[in-house]
């Protein structure tokens, strides 16, 4: 009895191990057992990739070969972005191959140039009334005559258009983006009009996004003003919350009183977009001064174009603006003693000073 056991457990025991084999002679047997191979594949570098955009080693390179998989590699890994992969080259135009032009500053030049023939346009786009059931925008022209009399004096040639239908802007806009502005120094756009929230702005007769405005000019669609300032300034409302104000205490710690011959930049860079609110609030306007916003933003510049770089005007006229202000309106309570507060997003890669041109081209001689 015993050996018959002995045999049993040897028998088994030696047919598993057989089985459990790789040689080519037991595969119908462990076909016959329903036995798996084990996979003897390298793995393929889209998986391999697609674990390291979330994995932490995205600065190294996986390699393959015809015998192995060489895992690490020191060489700098793709860049990838946070987002889902473009659908088609329409989807966004952002994506679409890089032109070439010329302009007259260095790579690491922290100054624009502002040395060309010509200043550049002031374009101001300013609304009054509306097909729309809007109120209309009384003390707008103050604002667009004091922007003309500013510009005027930077240099820029300056041209106002009133209550244009938005197929008349987009018209404006787009002859703008297709002129040749390789004798000026930058391009300057105002809006002056109602808004509402999501960045929507108001023509005379429809509603528009203000993508519209700024986005022709990028590098790849006006490559005349690639590595130019683009300026644009938004005097409008961005929807219907009102500013609260805070009271700010003294603390009683506190005393109160190397070029190269070319280079690439992105399609986007040099822009500058500037409104005179943050989104989702409102944005005043006085029916016989204008627009606190614009108002303070002219004062500044007529004091300190010269001296001081672009951002830094509009960080004071942001703090003239926060401090100065609050709004009066004894008919409409609900308006009454309210603060504002503008935005700016830039994309300036550059500091920006107005110097006169005469004061420019002396220093040039």
């Known amino acids: 009895m015993f050996s018959i056991v002995f045999c049993t457990f040897w028998l088994t025991s030696y047919v598993l191990k057989y089985l459990t084999g790789k040689t080519s002679s037991n595969k119908m047997l462990r076909s016959f057992f329903n036995i798996e191979e084990e996979s003897e594949e390298i793995p393929s570098a889209d998986n391999i990739e697609t674990e390291l955009i979330d994995g932490d080693l995205s600065q190294f390179v996986y390699k393959e070969d015809n015998k192995s998989l060489n895992v690490i590699s020191t060489t700098r890994s793709a860049d990838v972005v946070d987002a889902n992969k473009f659908k088609s080259s329409d989807d966004y135009y952002e994506a679409s191959n890089a032109s070439t032009t010329t302009f007259t500053v260095g790579i690491d030049d922290p100054l624009y140039n502002m040395n060309y023939d010509n200043r550049g346009k002031c374009v101001i786009f300013n609304h009054t009334i509306f097909d729309e059931n809007l109120n209309e925008r009384r003390g707008t022209d103050v604002d667009a005559i004091r922007i003309n009399n500013v ?137 016989k001064n204008g627009s606190c916003y614009v108002q303070y933003l002219c004062d500044t510049l007529e004091e300190y174009a010269e001296t001081k770089d672009l951002l830094n005007i509009l960080t004071i006229t942001a703090r003239k603006v926060a401090i100065k202000f609050t709004s009066f309106n004894d008919k409409y309570l609900a308006s009454h003693n309210k603060k504002q507060i503008p935005s700016v997003t830039s994309m300036l890669i550059r500091d920006l000073y107005f110097i006169p041109k005469k004061k420019v081209n002396n220093k040039s001689e």
């Open 151 to 287: 510009f005027t004096k930077l240099g820029f040639e300056v041209l106002r258009y009133d209550d244009l239908t938005y197929m008349e802007l987009k018209d404006r806009i787009s002859t703008l983006s297709n002129e040749d502005h390789s004798n000026s120094d930058c391009i300057c756009i105002f809006v002056l009009t109602h808004g509402i929230s999501e960045n929507l702005l108001y023509a005379k007769d429809v509603p528009y996004s203000a993508n519209y405005i700024w986005k022709p000019f990028s590098a790849d669609l006006c490559p005349s003003l690639a590595g130019k300032p683009k300026l644009f300034f938004f005097q409008a409302c961005r929807g219907n919350k009102w500013q609260e104000s805070f009271e700010l205490r003294s603390n009683a710690e506190v005393t109160v009183t190397d070029s190269t011959a070319s280079y690439k930049i992105p399609t986007h860079a040099d822009f500058l977009i500037a409104h005179s609110t943050i989104e989702g609030f409102y944005s005043f306007r006085n029916e």
